[in-house]
């Protein structure tokens, strides 16, 4: 779900799953506040080379096009 507008604060601190949710699936999301605005992001976990390595097939981000 894209929001592509800024969530006003009142509305994200109700619907903060949703807005956690937003940001995972849709990308960086806006929290407008009286004084500025939060950013959302979401950073997927990394995984450790050793299970990068025990897993088949070439690794997704070295893969030649």
Same mark, same amino acid.
Do not use: C, H, R
């Given at each position: 779900m894209k929001h592509d507008m800024a969530w006003p604060r009142n509305v994200? /601190?109700?619907r903060i799953s /949703?807005?956690?949710d937003a940001a995972k699936? =849709? =990308?960086p999301q806006k929290v407008a506040d009286d004084?500025?605005?939060f950013d959302v992001t979401f950073t997927p976990k990394r995984k450790p080379l050793s299970e990068?390595?025990?897993e088949p =097939?070439?690794?997704s981000d070295d893969?030649?096009?």
């Open positions: 994200a /601190e109700i /949703e807005l956690f699936t =849709g =990308g004084d500025g605005t990068l390595f025990s =097939g070439p690794i893969v030649d096009q």
